[in-house]
């Protein structure tokens, strides 16, 4: 197993034990957790925004969001997980957070690109010429380059709700507010 497919099966497994370490590290105060819960919101929309238009294991999205980046869901995940680190109030919680986050995610984009490469090739690599890995380009992307090579690759839709729920994109927003409950519960329990 190479390290982009253990990163890819574990990181969820991985994650758990993490976030035990991170909360209990963790030093919520009110202010924290309104200003995470702020910045997490930021992310939870980009993942929405992203999670409407993607089409997994069928098209080579690469409309909306993903004009802008090629993982808008995972950039949605970094400014998430930015969100969650100053909800905890902790420099050692948010750093583990970033660290575990920047470590797994680089793997785990890097093997989906194999992924993408394998199954549409130039269209893939045509695209990813034009629109960066993580870092959202200012302006989208211009489609008659990927299109150009493979019109049948790109898909040319909006946003769909429909797709939206495919994606079980809610399970990010409740995990979220959970984690945010969680550190309203640690910060009563250091003040009483």
């Not at 690109?113 to 199954?119: D, M, P, Q, T, V």
């Not at 690599?125 to 690759?153: E, I, M």
């Not at 409950?181 to 250091?190: K, P, Q, S």
Request: net charge positive.
């Amino acid at each position: 197993m190479t390290p982009l497919d253990f990163f890819a099966r574990w990181r969820v497994r991985i994650g758990y034990p993490l976030a035990l370490i991170v909360l209990y590290l963790s030093r919520p105060v009110p202010r924290s957790i309104l200003i995470g819960a702020c910045v997490g919101l930021l992310g939870l929309i980009v993942r929405a925004y992203a999670a409407g238009y993607l089409h997994k294991q069928e098209l080579l999205t690469t409309t909306g969001p993903y004009a802008h980046t090629r993982n808008p869901l995972y950039f949605g995940s970094g400014i998430l997980a930015l969100g969650a680190a100053i909800a905890m109030n902790s420099w050692p919680s948010g750093l583990l957070l970033l660290a575990y986050f920047a470590l797994v995610y680089t793997f785990v984009m890097r093997r989906e690109e194999l992924e993408l490469r394998r199954h549409h090739g130039a269209a893939f690599d045509a695209y990813a010429h034009s629109v960066p890995l993580f870092f959202p380009r200012l302006t989208p992307a211009k489609q008659s380059v990927v299109s150009s090579l493979d019109p049948a690759l790109t898909p040319t839709g909006a946003f769909s709700w429909s797709q939206f729920r495919r994606n079980h994109e809610h399970h990010a927003t409740l995990g979220f507010l959970f984690l945010l409950l969680l550190l309203v519960v640690i910060w009563r329990m250091h003040v009483a």
